[in-house]
């Protein structure tokens, strides 16, 4: 069982920058995969990154060169910097985990929802000037 808090959002304007934080309580959390997710009101959700639990990272198109996942396996965070924002990037920000983990995984495992098992609340980022 794998439980997670999402935190940071807030207001942003073009241009600017977040960093949202994840933080996950229960056994083996570096055995698992991490993502980031968004939904913006009226839309599905979407992938966002994913780190796997080797380390890994994959980024929607939409975000590649401005956002950046990463994750500290001593502290069971993964956290979102984002830069360049942009109002398309406003939305509600999940993070998810996927596992446990053992050997190797496409890419599209890691952008595919319904991969993920566990959840956390969400954070709203808004990006408007």
């Known amino acids: 069982q794998v439980q997670l808090v999402a935190s940071g959002g807030g207001l942003a304007q073009p241009g600017g920058s977040l960093r949202l934080s994840c933080a996950a309580s229960?056994?083996?959390?570096?055995?698992?995969?991490m993502g980031w997710f968004h939904q913006a009101p009226g839309k599905r959700r979407e992938f966002v990154a994913a780190?796997?639990?080797?380390?890994?990272?994959y980024y929607a198109d939409s975000v590649k060169g401005r956002f950046t996942i990463s994750r500290d396996n001593a502290k069971n965070m993964v956290y979102l910097q984002m830069a360049f924002l942009r109002p398309e990037d406003t939305a509600l920000y999940s993070c998810a985990a996927a596992g446990p983990q053992a050997g190797f995984y496409s890419a599209n495992y890691y952008q595919t929802e319904d991969e993920y098992g566990y959840w956390g609340q969400g954070t709203q980022v808004t990006v408007s000037s």
């Open positions: 229960g056994r083996a959390f570096s055995d698992y995969a």
């Open positions: 780190i796997s639990w080797r380390g890994n990272t």
